[in-house]
Structures are given as C-alpha cells and as structure tokens.
C-alpha cells in the first residue's frame, strides 16, 4: 500500500488511553492521519494526547464514556463540527473477566455487554452516516474469545460473540454499499499489569484463571506489533483478522465437532 494512505483521514479510536487502543492511535498519528482519541478518564486521556501530538500529528482527545449515549453523541457531534467527515472507527474500549459462568449473574452479563458490546452498537450507530458517506471502515476490536468460549471468564466471551455476529450483520447490510467493516481477534496482549490484573477476580478460582487469556497456551501479543496488523488488514479491507493465525484450526474444529473442540479448548487453556 502507499505510505501516504493514511495521511489526512480522519481516524477515531475508543478506548485510546492505554494498551492497545493508544498503540492504534499512535500508528494512525505516525501515519499523518488526524486522530481523535477517546477514553472515560480526562488524566490518562491528556497524557496519551501529549505523547501523541510529541511526533506533530494532529490529535483531538475528547473525554466520554462509550456506555453512556450522551457522551457517544457529543464525541459524534464534535467530531462532525471539527473534521465534517469520518474515515475510521475503532471501538477499542472494552474489559475482561474471571468468574465462573454458574456464579455469573445476569446483572455480571449485562455489564460485559454494555461496554463490549453495546457500547459499540452506539459508537456505530452514531458514526454511521459519515462513515458510509466516505466508505471508511470499522474496526471491532474483539478476542479469540468471538469465536471459542474458554472456561473462568464469565461474560466476556457472550459478549465478544456478539460483537462478531454484529459485525457480519453490518457487513452484510452495508457492505455492499461499501462500509468495510473488520473484525479483529486477537490472543492475549502484554500489559505491564498482566500479572496481578485479575488475581483478585480470580480468587476462589483454579489458579489458570489469573493468568492472561485465562491460562492460554499463547505467546502474548506485543500491543505495537498488533496494531500494525490491524492498520495494514484497512488497507487491504479484509473482513478479518485473528491472531495468532494457528487459532484458526481449533476455530475450525470446533465448528465441525463440539465435542473435539471442546477438548481442545481445554488442553490449550489448561495449567
């Protein structure tokens, strides 16, 4: 692709503070787009906008919280008013788990699916127009828990398995009309956190629970490296991209036989 195919699109990305929502902006920034940065907390919000405006793109962090429609609104409302146009949505936002699925409650489902789910039918909804106007893209941030369903994560694969079916209705509906739309699936990230991030949520629990991806046999993805990924599947508007690649065959299987699947889910997120 040529380099400068990025340069003055206007690209907006949720979940932008931190990890790999700011590895995203920063490839977008580094890539001569204009960036809007978006995250519920104004200090780490100004933070990753002073890092990204120190190599001179031009950035406009808005603070909202994407579960919230008035503030999915006014980011929409603003962006319109600064830009008139949207090239790109990425809805990065989003949250883990570790419980298990009989003391996950409805109310512990609805959470999940609020912020990784519906926050993005809103951020979609509320873009929709711009995005179609320019053909742009959407990018669904979502795991390798679309497409399997680990143990000790309580509601976070429903709610990323949603995230894959809302994204092929979108393809199918708007596809045509040439809205790309890519759904990205990715293993476990490295955070420097990663160690003592679910420990308390995972108290009670088997100790594979804590770890990222609940124990998965998987290398953990460097955030920066991702992101590059992701920016060049634009490019080549594909309609997915899960890594790492290997997955694909447990996906595979699984479809074919719940029962090998199933088997191999364990051996691959066990102890």
């Given at each position: 692709?040529k380099?400068?195919?990025?340069?003055?699109?206007?690209?907006?990305?949720?979940?932008?503070?931190?990890?790999?929502?700011?590895?995203?902006?920063?490839?977008?920034?580094?890539?001569?787009?204009?960036?809007?940065?978006?995250?519920r907390?104004?200090?780490?919000?100004?933070?990753?906008?002073?890092?990204?405006?120190?190599g001179?793109?031009?950035?406009?962090?808005?603070?909202?919280?994407?579960?919230?429609?008035?503030?999915?609104d006014?980011?929409?409302q603003?962006?319109?008013?600064?830009?008139?146009?949207?090239?790109?949505l990425?809805?990065?936002?989003?949250?883990?788990a570790?419980?298990?699925?009989?003391?996950?409650?409805?109310?512990d489902?609805?959470?999940?699916?609020?912020?990784?789910?519906?926050?993005?039918?809103?951020?979609?909804r509320?873009?929709?127009?711009?995005l179609?106007?320019?053909?742009?893209?959407?990018?669904?941030?979502?795991?390798?828990?679309?497409?399997?369903?680990?143990?000790?994560?309580?509601?976070?694969?429903?709610?990323?398995?949603?995230?894959?079916?809302?994204?092929?209705?979108?393809?199918?509906?708007?596809?045509?009309?040439?809205?790309?739309?890519?759904?990205v699936c990715?293993?476990?990230?490295?955070?420097?956190?990663?160690?003592?991030?679910?420990?308390?949520?995972?108290?009670?629990?088997?100790?594979?629970?804590?770890?990222?991806?609940?124990?998965?046999?998987?290398?953990?993805?460097?955030?920066?490296?991702?992101?590059?990924?992701?920016?060049t599947?634009c490019?080549?508007?594909?309609?997915e991209?899960?890594?790492?690649?290997?997955?694909?065959?447990?996906?595979?299987?699984?479809?074919?036989?719940?029962?090998?699947?199933d088997?191999?889910?364990?051996?691959?997120?066990?102890?």
């Amino acid at each position: 692709m040529k380099s400068n195919y990025w340069h003055n699109r206007v690209c907006v990305v949720t979940g932008a503070s931190a990890g790999l929502g700011l590895a995203i902006a920063k490839m977008f920034a580094a890539r001569g787009a204009r960036v809007v940065i978006n995250a519920r907390r104004e200090e780490p919000l100004s933070r990753a906008a002073e890092i990204l405006r120190a190599g001179g793109a031009e950035i406009l962090p808005i603070v909202g919280d994407v579960t919230q429609q008035a503030d999915v609104d006014r980011l929409a409302q603003t962006v319109k008013e600064q830009f008139g146009r949207v090239d790109l949505l990425c809805n990065c936002a989003g949250r883990s788990a570790r419980q298990a699925v009989l003391d996950t409650t409805a109310e512990d489902f609805q959470d999940l699916l609020d912020v990784n789910f519906l926050a993005t039918v809103r951020t979609v909804r509320a873009f929709a127009e711009m995005l179609l106007e320019q053909r742009g893209s959407i990018v669904n941030v979502g795991s390798l828990a679309s497409k399997v369903a680990p143990r000790l994560m309580g509601g976070y694969p429903a709610s990323k398995h949603a995230l894959a079916a809302y994204s092929q209705q979108l393809r199918m509906e708007h596809g045509p009309a040439g809205l790309h739309v890519l759904l990205v699936c990715p293993g476990p990230i490295c955070r420097d956190d990663s160690a003592p991030r679910y420990e308390q949520q995972a108290a009670g629990l088997p100790a594979v629970a804590s770890r990222p991806g609940a124990g998965a046999k998987l290398r953990g993805l460097d955030p920066e490296w991702l992101a590059g990924k992701i920016l060049t599947a634009c490019e080549r508007r594909k309609l997915e991209l899960i890594v790492p690649s290997k997955v694909r065959v447990l996906m595979a299987l699984s479809q074919l036989s719940p029962r090998l699947g199933d088997w191999l889910l364990r051996r691959a997120t066990s102890g």
